[in-house]
């Protein structure tokens, strides 16, 4: 069954408070939600903190638990949270210039290793496909990659400079070790090892219909071979490549604007989200949450993709985060200025969940 408007609905499942000032971002374990491991996400917040949180279901109802608060260790606003494929560690950037691995030992989250180098605030964390590789990137313009060793050792690799402002968001590509970053400066850089050498391959910016204001997030496709960016100018666009030529030639197979979803939050788009199932959440500063899919209606001239569902008033303030979680459900977290998380289901009216 094709999803259109109309033919879902969004539940609201849960409302878990816990941080005392604004949540900026939020991590679902991967390792999670399937074959009887319950799900986790992480949360982090203005108020120092990071919080694990677990759903635990039970005969009488399905709620979810704080199981963790992770302090003491940054000094200022946790800004980007991020687990490992394996869901072993856990990867924290704070507004203190440093990012911290946890990992869970026994059911308590140890601080394993603080990794410094950037100037000042750090802004993302990303883990590459493998878990061998992670990505900082901050307000000091850089990106930096870490080589995660034996014995929970890192070694900065590369430091990248290539934006010429503050540096949002870093993500690597679902399948390749190719990193992303947004920025303040309006694009999309794409950086490849090129024998060691880590160097930008291609910058998506104005000249590429590319966005004309701050980029503040981006997610892939399932397959690697689709992305989506959101910004400061109001739109969401959507980006493709071949991916047949990333995995047999050199993997600078050029990405190119496919098309702009434009007129649906009138406030900043600071976060988006793809669905292994492809249907894209957005968060805003309208206090909204979007949901997107392909459109298959089979029109030449109809758009590549439309709106299927939109919440207003998802939260009381500005919408930081929404992310899918991994597992059966279709399950969505979002993350507001108000400091709550709430979980959303969303469900085919017909089949009450799924296809």
């Given at each position: 069954?094709?999803?259109?408007?109309?033919?879902?609905?969004?539940?609201?499942?849960?409302?878990?408070?816990?941080?005392?000032?604004?949540?900026?971002?939020?991590a679902w374990?991967?390792?999670?939600?399937?074959?009887?491991v319950?799900?986790?996400?992480?949360?982090?917040s203005?108020?120092?903190?990071?919080r694990?949180?677990?759903?635990?279901?039970?005969?009488?109802s399905?709620?979810w638990t704080?199981?963790?608060?992770l302090?003491?260790?940054?000094?200022?606003?946790?800004?980007s949270c991020?687990?490992?494929?394996d869901?072993?560690?856990?990867?924290?950037?704070?507004?203190?210039?440093?990012?911290?691995?946890?990992?869970?030992?026994?059911?308590?989250?140890?601080?394993?290793?603080t990794?410094?180098?950037?100037?000042?605030?750090?802004k993302?964390?990303?883990w590459?496909?493998?878990g061998?590789l992670?990505?900082?990137?901050?307000?000091?313009?850089?990106?930096?990659?870490?080589?995660?060793?034996?014995?929970n050792?890192?070694?900065?690799?590369s430091?990248?400079?290539?934006?010429?402002?503050?540096?949002k968001?870093v993500?690597?590509h679902?399948?390749?070790?190719?990193?992303?970053?947004?920025?303040?400066?309006?694009?999309?850089?794409?950086?490849?090892?090129?024998?060691?050498?880590?160097?930008?391959?291609?910058?998506?910016?104005e000249?590429?219909?590319?966005?004309?204001?701050?980029?503040?997030?981006l997610s892939?496709?399932?397959?690697?071979?689709k992305?989506?960016?959101?910004?400061?100018?109001?739109?969401?666009?959507i980006?493709?490549?071949?991916?047949?030529?990333?995995?047999?030639?050199?993997?600078?197979?050029?990405?190119?604007?496919?098309?702009?979803?434009?007129?649906?939050?009138?406030?900043?788009?600071?976060?988006v989200?793809?669905?292994?199932?492809?249907?894209?959440?957005?968060?805003?500063?309208?206090?909204?949450?979007r949901?997107?899919?392909?459109?298959?209606?089979?029109?030449?001239?109809?758009?590549?993709?439309?709106?299927?569902?939109?919440?207003?008033?998802?939260?009381?303030?500005?919408?930081?985060?929404?992310?899918?979680?991994?597992?059966?459900?279709?399950?969505?977290?979002?993350?507001?200025?108000?400091?709550?998380?709430?979980?959303?289901?969303?469900?085919s009216?017909?089949?009450?969940?799924?296809?």
């Open positions: 069954m094709e999803l259109s408007e109309g033919a879902c609905e969004l539940k609201l499942l849960d409302r878990l408070e816990g941080h005392s000032d604004r949540v900026w971002s939020l374990n991967p390792a999670t939600g399937s074959a009887g319950p799900l986790v996400f992480a949360s982090c203005g108020d120092k903190t990071v694990v949180w677990e759903h635990a279901p039970s005969p009488s399905a709620s704080c199981k963790a608060v302090e003491d260790t940054h000094t200022r606003t946790v800004r991020a687990w490992s494929p869901g072993k560690l856990l990867a924290t950037g704070s507004f203190d210039a440093t990012t911290s691995i946890w990992e869970n030992v026994g059911g308590d989250f140890e601080c394993v290793a990794l410094e180098g950037h100037e000042n605030e750090v993302s964390v990303s590459n496909a493998g061998t992670l990505a900082t990137c901050g307000r000091d313009k850089s990106v930096w990659i870490w080589e995660a060793e034996l014995a050792e890192f070694e900065c690799v430091v990248l400079q290539g934006h010429t402002q503050d540096v968001m993500q690597w679902p399948t390749m070790d190719v990193l992303f970053s947004c920025s303040y400066d309006n694009t999309i850089k794409v950086w490849a090892d090129d024998d060691d050498d880590w160097r930008c391959v291609q910058t998506l910016g000249p590429n219909n590319g966005h004309s204001s701050t980029i503040w997030a892939f496709n399932a397959s690697g071979d992305m989506v960016s959101c910004s400061d100018d109001l739109t969401l666009k980006w493709e490549t071949n991916n047949m030529n990333m995995h047999s030639g050199d993997g600078h197979a050029p990405w190119r604007h496919l098309c702009t979803l434009s007129g649906y939050h009138d406030r900043t788009i600071f976060s989200h793809w669905s292994s199932e492809g249907i894209i959440a957005s968060g805003a500063a309208d206090d909204g949450i949901f997107f899919v392909e459109n298959k209606d089979g029109l030449v001239d109809g758009p590549l993709y439309k709106l299927l569902l939109k919440k207003e008033k998802a939260h009381e303030m500005d919408v930081n985060s929404v992310q899918w979680s991994p597992g059966e459900k279709r399950l969505l977290a979002s993350a507001s200025d108000d400091g709550t998380i709430k979980i959303w289901e969303l469900a009216l017909c089949t009450g969940n799924g296809y």
